[in-house]
């Protein structure tokens, strides 16, 4: 779920300065978040840097603000030029998969392949490892990205791709608190390399999503909120059945379940 490929292994005096920082928020965090949670093209960052990974979290909904803005653009741009609703809500979930590099999705086939396709914890963690896909993993696919897609049109079509920006932001506002709340079930990877954020950081991720959604879209944004935020707590409560707490593969899973739910809501609210 993580991508850690653009970090710089050269020392530097930023890195003397910085490596021990221990700010709870940092302008850093920002672009450290876009590398992370996104695929697009950024300058490599010092190494010294990844180790505010968990402190970073906060700013986890930015990362959902640039992704969710390059698909509204998209989506808002092809219904300008006279597409209909459902080719640009494709387009823009396609702009949505492609700043991601499709990692979310990725960890929510894995979810769906290794949740329901295994019998102990320990095989449905082999499971999820595995490179893979199977055919719970198509399945959740494929059903979660048709909901998306037909969410997104819905909106796109009613003039709405307000609905769609704080879909992506306060879904990853919601990964933190399964960080934080759910301990790592493998004892390695890079949910584990990331560690668990501090509390400070959960809470105001949360509330910057939070307001951010109230702000696009006033107080209907309490229902779709409420959506999302069932959708992550049930996966939390499967998750730590089945294998025992989190992964990487768990909080794409949930960013995808979450965005869709609030898409729904929104979609519904219409």
């Given amino acids: 779920m ?33 590398v992370l ?11 010294w840097l990844f180790e505010r990974q968990s402190k970073a979290a906060w700013a986890y909904p930015a990362a959902g603000l640039v992704v969710g803005g390059l698909g509204c653009i998209v989506g808002w741009s092809a219904m300008a ?13 396609a702009v949505l998969i492609a700043a991601t590099g499709a990692m979310h999705e990725d960890g929510l086939a894995d979810t769906a392949d290794g949740l329901w396709g295994g019998y102990t914890p320990e ?14 993993g198509v399945l959740a696919l494929l059903v979660i990205q048709l909901l998306r897609i037909s969410a997104v049109a819905s909106l796109l079509a009613a003039g709405s791709p307000a609905g769609i920006l704080a879909a992506t932001v306060f879904s990853r506002a919601l990964m933190p608190p399964l960080m934080a709340g759910l301990p790592n079930a493998r004892g390695s990877g890079l949910s584990h ?24 879209l006033g107080w209907t944004a309490l229902l779709p909120v409420a959506c999302a935020v069932t959708a992550t707590v049930g996966l939390a409560i499967i998750a730590k059945a089945k294998i025992g707490g989190q992964t990487g593969d768990i909080l794409g899973a949930s960013q995808q379940l979450s965005e869709v739910a609030f898409l729904l809501a929104v979609a519904a609210l219409l």
Avoid: C
Avoid at 195 to 207: C, N
């Fill in 123 to 136: 095989r449905r963690l082999e499971i999820m490892k595995d490179s893979h896909i199977g055919t719970y």
């Fill in 193 to 216: 390399s990331v560690g668990a954020p501090p509390p400070l950081s959960v809470a105001a991720g949360f509330g910057l999503a939070f307001v951010f959604s109230l702000a696009l």
């Fill in 2 to 34: 993580f991508n850690r490929s653009r970090q710089s292994n050269n020392p530097s005096k930023g890195a003397q300065v910085h490596k021990n920082d221990t700010r709870t928020f940092s302008p850093w965090d920002v672009p450290l978040v876009l």
């Fill in 37 to 47: 949670l996104t695929r697009l093209p950024l300058p490599v960052l010092p190494k």
């Fill in 81 to 93: 030029v006279g597409l209909s609703g459902t080719v640009s809500a494709v387009l823009a979930v």
